[in-house]
């Protein structure tokens, strides 16, 4: 009887060191916006990439559910809510779902995905700068208050007008996604003067000689600025070691393969997305040199500290790093 419960235990003790303590998540559901800021996410889905270095990690086929948000406030209500395990966003909706998030699910940046200029178009010939907007006009940009192109409106009023008038031209705006605003500026009638926009977008506006530049986003951090961030929960990377640093595997891989083959990348976006637009156009969009695709960080301390300043970041200011994970601060500048 003793050597019949020893060789159970035994048996039983070899069943639990072989069998992981818990089994990490077989589907990963990752959260896009519009246009070029995403790349690595449509070579990452185009070529199976996560899926691969998840193999490689040892967690056998996993599937990759991709969605694709408006913009950053709908996401973070989508990783708050636990619909998705990582979100793609502008630089002010990482600081308001880590201030947000502080103490609870512990939202941090996993990773920047790249640096690009964003500019605020117009089609009104009158409007020369921020001063020349009047009741009347409409500046569409993802989403009022709270996208990056929203915050950056208030850092540009801020400098114009005087800190106290920060939100002086918010009751223009309207939330309107990029691919719609696009359509409006270069559409018939419509209410929308103005569009703070993203690449392919804003490039595409700017072929109509009716449309000018009004404000560009180098000219409030001329440093540059990572233009979109990736951010998942402190529970889903504990949860989900390996499939974690599979995505990063991924995101590193489709990086390096963006920026060894642009052309190769034009036609991956265009065939993921199904955008009509002309591939020698998307091809020159990427080709601007101060497009990057990158992982490091770039930029953040300007909005945190706008943000604390106007009261729209939940409780005291911190350094942008406590904002990151410590793989996502490999190589970072700002």
């Known amino acids: 009887m003793r050597r019949s419960l020893a060789t159970l235990a035994f048996i039983l003790a070899l069943a639990l060191s072989a069998s992981p303590a818990h089994a990490e998540a077989t589907t990963l559901r990752v959260a896009k916006q519009f246009g070029l800021g995403y790349l690595q996410f449509m070579v990452m889905q185009d070529k199976g990439l996560i899926e691969k270095h998840a193999k490689a990690a040892?967690?056998?086929?996993?599937?990759?559910?991709?969605?694709?948000?408006?913009?950053?406030?709908?996401?973070?209500?989508a990783l708050i809510s636990g619909s998705v395990d990582f979100v793609s966003l502008g630089v002010p909706g990482l600081i308001t779902i880590w201030s947000k998030t502080r103490g609870s699910i512990g939202v941090k940046g996993a990773s920047a995905i790249n640096a690009a200029p964003l500019f605020l178009n117009v089609r009104d010939p009158s409007i020369k700068s921020l001063a020349d907007f009047k009741d009347n006009h409409r500046i569409a940009l993802p989403a009022v208050?709270?996208?990056?192109?929203?915050?950056?409106?208030?850092?540009?009023?801020?400098?114009?007008?005087?800190?106290?008038?920060?939100?002086?031209?918010?009751?223009?705006?309207?939330?309107?996604?990029?691919?719609?605003?696009?359509?409006?500026?270069?559409?018939?009638?419509?209410?929308?003067?103005?569009?703070?926009?993203?690449?392919?977008?804003?490039?595409?506006?700017?072929?109509?000689?009716?449309?000018?530049?009004?404000?560009k986003s180098s000219d409030l951090v001329p440093e540059g600025v990572s233009f979109n961030v990736i951010a998942t929960t402190t529970k889903f990377r504990a949860d989900n070691p390996k499939l974690?640093?599979?995505?990063?595997?991924?995101?590193?891989?489709?990086?390096?393969?963006?920026?060894?083959?642009k052309a190769a990348a034009a036609e991956i976006y265009l065939k993921v997305t199904g955008e009509k637009t002309p591939i020698a156009e998307i091809k020159e969009v990427i080709a601007q040199p101060d497009i990057v695709y990158t992982t490091k960080p770039l930029g953040i301390q300007p909005f945190i500290d706008f943000m604390a300043k106007i009261g729209t970041l939940r409780g005291a200011s911190a350094p942008w790093t406590e904002m990151f994970f410590p793989e996502g601060l490999a190589g970072a500048s700002n």
Do not use: C
Not at 255 to 260: G, P, S
């Open 145 to 215: 208050k709270v996208a990056m192109q929203a915050i950056m409106l208030q850092m540009a009023a801020a400098k114009a007008f005087g800190e106290n008038k920060f939100n002086a031209l918010d009751h223009l705006t309207v939330s309107m996604s990029h691919p719609d605003a696009t359509a409006a500026m270069l559409g018939g009638p419509s209410e929308v003067t103005a569009n703070f926009s993203s690449p392919p977008f804003q490039y595409r506006q700017l072929k109509n000689p009716n449309i000018h530049v009004v404000l």
């Open 58 to 77: 040892g967690l056998g086929d996993i599937t990759t559910e991709w969605a694709t948000f408006r913009s950053s406030d709908v996401m973070n209500d």
């Open 244 to 261: 974690y640093g599979a995505f990063l595997a991924a995101l590193r891989e489709a990086t390096d393969i963006i920026n060894a083959d």
